[in-house]
Antibody
Framework: EVQLVQSGGGLVQPGGSLRLSCAASGFTFGNYWMAWVRQAPGKGLEWVAN????????YSVDSVTGRFTISRDNAKNSLYLQMSSLRVEDTAVYFCARHWATAGTLDHWGQGALVTVSS | AIQMTQSPSSLSASVGDRVTITCRAS??????LGWYQQKPGKAPKLLIFAVGSLESGVPSRFSGSGSGTDFTLTINSLQPEDSATYYCLQDHSNPPTFGGGTKVEIK
């Protein structure tokens, strides 16, 4: 069974840093792109970043470029999102997901992790 | 970035009704479009991928269609458990973008 288990959310002050983790099991992690998607309270879904199966290519949306870094450790079957210079508007539930990189497909999702940026 | 315009933003329908949700893209997507269902406090769930392919385990009352820039999610015979918010997603080009969502309520 494919599972994505997230950890690392919490409360952080503006300007602070936080790292989210996503532990994968039940599939060959190193064969798949992975992605982070977020959802601000009461709002819709927003793409954050994605990373190629071997880590050789990454993409992040303009609003987080230079502040957030997506990475992966295929030996540990784990995906990460390092967030720095956090802003109040980064407050959201962050989801990791397995991404086919085609066909509009995110076929398995983590449970979500709430990140609250507040003083 | 490709803009995804989803409509309507909300709708109310009765059990057994046929419901249609549309997404219009600002440029052609080939078949790089999927549909998702999200219930409150839960992660989104994949319903349809590649425009019209039904994800395993998803009831057959859900279907997707379209081409080019116009795409549709149809729910035939709406059920109480279909009350949720639905989103389209394109990943034809970076950045992948979601539609704004459609909240479906049961009358």
């Amino acid at each position: 069974e494919v599972q994505l288990v997230q950890s690392g959310g919490g409360l952080v002050q503006p300007g602070g840093s936080l790292r989210l983790s996503c532990a994968a099991s039940g599939f060959t992690f190193g064969n798949y792109w992975m992605a982070w998607v977020r959802q601000a309270p009461g709002k819709g879904l927003e793409w954050v970043a994605n990373i190629k199966y071997d880590g050789s290519d990454q993409y992040s949306v303009d609003s987080v470029t230079g502040r957030f870094t997506i990475s992966r450790d295929n030996a540990k079957n784990s995906l990460y999102l390092q967030m720095s210079s956090l802003r109040v508007e980064d407050t959201a539930v962050y989801f990791c997901a397995r991404h086919w990189a085609t066909a509009g497909t995110l076929d398995h999702w983590g449970q979500g992790a709430l990140v609250t940026v507040s003083s | 970035a490709i803009q995804m315009t989803q409509s309507p933003s909300s709708l109310s329908a009765s059990v057994g009704d046929r419901v249609t949700i549309t997404c219009r893209a600002s440029q052609g997507l080939r078949n790089d479009l999927g549909w998702y269902q999200q219930k409150p406090g839960k992660a989104p769930k994949l319903l349809i991928f590649a425009v019209g392919s039904l994800e395993s385990g998803v009831p057959s009352r859900f279907s997707g269609s379209g081409s080019g820039t116009d795409f549709t999610l149809t729910i035939n015979s709406l059920q109480p458990e279909d009350s949720a918010t639905y989103y389209c997603l394109q990943d034809h080009s970076n950045p992948p973008t979601f539609g704004g969502g459609t909240k479906v309520e049961i009358k």
